[in-house]
């Protein structure tokens, strides 16, 4: 093992005990700062490819075994002794974390769209996992603890700042697509436990809106809802291989939105810069919710401050949004900060 590839795993979860872990979930703190300090586990973790050592990832194969979410010596003693198991969930599974919070801070854009094109929407997410954020109309909201949006479940509370155009109808949905390097079904059972690993210790209330979520999936699937879209159609593939066919796809009579959420950093720049030109010049409307702000000429502007995402219509910065969806701060002028 090079003493540069433990440095590496070593800073690597220092920094996200520092930067992304803090105020989200305290446990995750401890079990990164302990990993750092454990040479032992610092040189596991080294051993599995670059892109596969981050904590989030290492830490939800060790409590979709069963870890379960103790002190750090009680997860030090278990991944020692299971090292072999979940380098192995490690290297089959992905981050996909599929968090069905976004949609409320996606919704305004979603009925601003529906209102000025004036027919239903088919909504198509590059990135979507399992599917989450392609049901907002089958969920309910309430911004600013104004009274409820919708009847679905679960109840999406979003606080805004900035005189967002907040929505007073759900928009109709015709149809419901996407295409994810690995598309997940929400429906089987051990997808299921993986999606809940994703889930930070601590963080209740997102697994209780995940767990909300996945029924109404669930029932979505069962041909419960009637006469509304069906279930998510999600094709296999790269989102920059495969737009082209799922927009030309969109029922006649529907206004294609292609949109995402914390999928662009997966891709380099090439390739957001590709995406973003091609996007632009198809026939539909385009929602980015992202890390990576991506301009309509491809130009990526990272935001300085990434605990907040950037809410983007057609390629022109609209808002800034909590990762979870639990924030919406409209900008005063859109512009392509
Ligand atoms: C962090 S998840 C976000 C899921 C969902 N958009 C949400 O906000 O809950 C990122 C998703 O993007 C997918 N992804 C990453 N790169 C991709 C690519 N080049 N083409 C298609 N999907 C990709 C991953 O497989 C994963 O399901």
Known sequence: MSTEATESTASLYRDYARRWFPGHSELYVQWATGVADSPELVALVSALPEP???PNLVFAAARY?????????GVRDFMIARWPEVAEIVMDHRTQTNEAGRCATLLPLFSMIAAQERRPLALIEVGPSAGLCLLPDL????????PQLGTGSPLLHCSTTGNPPLPTALPEIAWRAGVDLNPLDGT???TV???????????TGRLRQLDEALETLHTLKSGAYGSTAGAPTLVEGDLNDRIGELVAAA???????VFHSAVLMYLDEADRKRFA???SAMDCRWVSNEIFFVDAAGGSHEAADQNYFTLALDGVALARTGQHGAELHWLENGSGA
């Open 139 to 146: 969920y309910s909201y309430s911004y600013d603890g104004a």
């Open 193 to 203: 436990e993986w999606l809940r690993a994703l889930v930070w210790p601590g963080q």
């Open 251 to 257: 029922p006649e009579g529907s206004v294609p939105v």
């Open 277 to 279: 030109t091609e996007v």
């Open 188 to 190: 089987d059972p051990e």
């Open 65 to 73: 075994l069963g870890s379960g979410d103790t002190d750090f010596e």
């Open 52 to 54: 596969k050592r981050q």
